[in-house]
T-cell receptor
């Protein structure tokens, strides 16, 4: 079965620390991958997306993600987090051949000031 | 521009009652999705619409759940005979067609069943 896995469920960091959140997907073929973010009290919004080309994708607010096909991974990174990055982060991909999206279970990030 | 609008934002109802949740997608978005977000459960796919038709209803948890979309625009999710386990945030998203199109989410309806 196709799946999207996020292994870090809760992450706590101090400001200025580096961040890497893991995301693995289980299928091959054409891959479209997304990271969404949900800030406290706000709706889910797109952080970045990959569907072809340069495997290093840059998104908003200094976030980036690297698509590594051989590892079926699409990890989210930020060199130096801020308190305002406290949020829940979701990795997602459309199920192959459909428009049904599969979301990971999310990672709650808390950044300590 | 206007985003995805959901109403009501909060709904509290008694067990056994029916509830209707509404989603108004971004104009021109032909794809519409419903998800359920429960504490610690991530996003659970319920149903998606392509225009007015629903090619995939596989996520609806039981026959108490139904959804419709009219005019390729507004969608309603109906839960009949609500149960306490239906308590969750129900999210709607819309997008242009295509697997590479990002979804735009509404603020959700927080449903609480007493």
């Amino acid at each position: 079965a196709q799946s999207v896995s996020q292994h870090n469920h809760h992450v706590i960091l101090s400001e200025a620390a580096s961040l890497e959140l893991g995301c693995n997907y289980s299928y091959g073929g054409t891959v479209n991958l997304f990271w969404y973010v949900q800030y406290p009290g706000q709706h889910l919004q797109l952080l970045l997306k990959y569907f072809s080309g340069d495997p290093l994708v840059k998104g908003i607010k200094g976030f980036e993600a690297e698509f590594i096909k051989s590892k079926f991974s699409f990890n989210l990174r930020k060199p130096s987090v801020q308190w305002s990055d406290t949020a829940e982060y979701f990795c997602a991909a459309p199920s192959s051949g459909t428009y049904k999206y599969i979301f990971g279970t999310g990672t709650r990030l808390k950044v300590l000031a | 521009g206007a985003g995805v609008s959901q109403s009501p934002s909060n709904k509290v109802t008694e067990k056994g009652k029916d509830v209707e949740l509404r989603c108004d997608p971004i104009s021109g978005h032909t794809a519409l999705y419903w998800y359920r977000q429960s504490l610690g459960q991530g996003l659970e796919f319920l149903i998606y619409f392509q225009g007015n038709s629903a090619p995939d209803k596989s996520g609806l948890p039981s026959d108490r759940f139904s959804a419709e979309r009219t005019g390729g625009s507004v969608s309603t999710l109906t839960i009949q005979r609500t149960q306490q386990e239906d308590s969750a945030v129900y999210l709607c998203a819309s997008s242009l067609m295509g697997g590479d199109q990002p979804q735009h989410f509404g603020d959700g309806t927080r449903l609480s069943i007493l």
